[in-house]
């Protein structure tokens, strides 16, 4: 495996706001992809990471929440319900937090790195990181999602003590 780089919104990389591809089909490259994606999401301390924040413009995410880790290519929200709202940051917006409502449950569908079918279901903090990672495939970051007035920069390294906080995915 190996380290990849993050591409920062700092950067201006069209590739954080434009509209990924979808995977043709799950092969040694792509899982290699979702394995190099894993080692560089532990290695910034964050929950999830999308393909095109390591400047690859394909429909590929990876998560990791209450000690599991996911690897979906192609997902799709299926249903979206509840509402929640809190403070969210980004591995591509480095030092700033801000809050963020997003549906409280959903339910996404993909492939996973064995290019089989698969539902995850999930609400609150991995409810929050699916729909962020979603949404950077849409070539949406957070801050363009956040609550009016919310966006405020933090000291990274106090990022992840935050209350509450969701940093970096
Ligand atoms: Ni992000």
């Known amino acids: 495996m190996a380290r990849l780089n993050i ?3 700092s950067d201006h990389n069209e590739v954080l706001i434009t ?13 290699r992809l979702m394995d190099d994606m894993v080692e560089t999401m532990f290695e910034a301390n964050g929950v999830g ?11 590929v995410i990876v998560l990791r929440v209450d000690n599991q880790i996911y690897q979906i290519a192609n997902p799709e929200m299926v249903r979206c319900d509840g509402e929640q709202t809190g403070l969210e940051g980004c591995l591509s917006v480095p030092g700033m937090v801000g809050e963020v409502t997003r549906c409280e449950r959903v339910v996404a569908k993909g492939l996973n790195r064995h290019g089989k079918h698969v539902r995850i279901k ?9 729909q962020h990672e979603v949404d950077h495939l849409d070539g949406i ?3 363009m999602r956040v609550n009016e007035g919310t966006l405020r920069e933090v000291e990274v390294a106090k990022e992840a003590e935050e209350a509450g906080a969701v940093t970096a995915v």
């Open 19 to 31: 509209k990924a591809t979808r995977v043709p089909k799950v092969d040694d490259t792509v899982r």
């Open 141 to 143: 970051l957070f801050t």
């Open 122 to 130: 999930g609400d609150g903090l991995l409810a929050r990181a699916i």
């Open 7 to 9: 591409v920062l919104a």
């Open 49 to 59: 990471l999308a393909a095109p924040q390591v400047n690859v413009p394909l429909r």
